[in-house]
């Protein structure tokens, strides 16, 4: 059982990137994922989540109208489309999956009973 992130990479400030969260030796259709970040010195951040329904989303209120969650279930993958990035964006990214059973419209970005947790990939945005 594993999730991986991916996706992450050094931006300049403006530019966009598209972080996946992708799933082995399980389904993601029972889960919703959520998307948190820990810049150094800093606590964990929950960034953004989804519903195994894909009918709820949340956002932390830095990343609103900037970053956009989605599910493919078929490719058993998260993603995170991040625009408009800014240097406080600059943090190792994870994700994280909580069982909910399918269809459940429920999603927390709080970090709490979360079952699985992805290794982190790093996010960079400097000029």
């Known amino acids: 059982v594993q999730l991986q992130a991916s996706g992450g990479g050094l931006v300049q400030p403006g530019g966009s990137l598209r972080l996946s969260c992708a799933a082995s030796?399980?389904?993601?259709?029972?889960?919703?994922i959520g998307w948190f970040r820990q810049a150094p010195g800093k606590e964990r951040e929950g960034v953004s989540c989804?519903?195994?329904?894909?009918?709820?989303?949340g956002y932390a209120d830095s990343v609103k109208g900037r970053f956009t969650i989605s599910r493919d279930n078929a490719k058993n993958t998260v993603y995170l489309q991040m625009n408009n990035l800014k240097p406080e964006d600059t943090a190792v990214y994870y994700c994280?999956?909580?069982?909910?059973?399918?269809?459940?419209?429920?999603?927390?970005?709080?970090?709490?009973?979360?079952?699985?947790w992805g290794k982190g990939t790093q996010v960079t945005v400097s000029s």
């Open positions: 989804i519903s195994s329904s894909d009918r709820t989303t």
């Open positions: 030796g399980f389904t993601l259709d029972d889960y919703a």
């Open positions: 994280a999956a909580n069982f909910t059973g399918r269809g459940s419209n429920r999603c927390r970005i709080d970090g709490d009973g979360m079952d699985y």
